[in-house]
């Protein structure tokens, strides 16, 4: 069964930080790209970074050079440090990971977690 679980959201005011974590079953971390979605309410989600199994990371351009995603291979966790926080980085925050089959990508997604930046 696979289980995505996260971790580490709350309220922090601007320009603070937070670290959010996602615990994935062996099984797919091993072979999945992970990373993070985010949505805030009346928008859509969208994609915040992605790591490969490589380690190559993607980033969307609002949050380059301020949150970091990392891969933890021994515990099959994956992390999002996010520095310099903005208001408008105030979402749920989604953890997914994506593996290619012969013929679709299968996603798995886990449950959300709800960062707050306000002052």
């Known amino acids: 069964q696979v289980q995505l679980v996260e971790s580490g959201g709350g309220l922090v005011q601007p320009g603070g930080s937070l670290r959010l974590s996602c615990a994935a079953s062996e099984s797919i971390f091993k072979i999945a790209t992970m990373g993070w979605y985010r949505q805030a309410p009346g928008k859509q989600r969208e994609l915040v970074t992605t790591?490969?199994?490589?380690?190559?990371?993607n980033y969307a351009d609002s949050v380059k050079g301020r949150f970091t995603i990392s891969r933890d291979n021994a515990k099959n966790t994956i992390n999002l440090q996010m520095n310099s926080l903005k208001p408008e980085d105030t979402a749920v925050y989604y953890c997914?990971?994506?593996?290619?089959?012969?013929?679709?990508?299968?996603?798995?997604w886990g449950q959300g977690t709800q960062v707050t930046v306000s002052s």
């Open positions: 997914n990971a994506q593996i290619p089959t012969i013929i679709n990508i299968l996603n798995y």
């Open positions: 790591i490969t199994t490589g380690g190559s990371t």
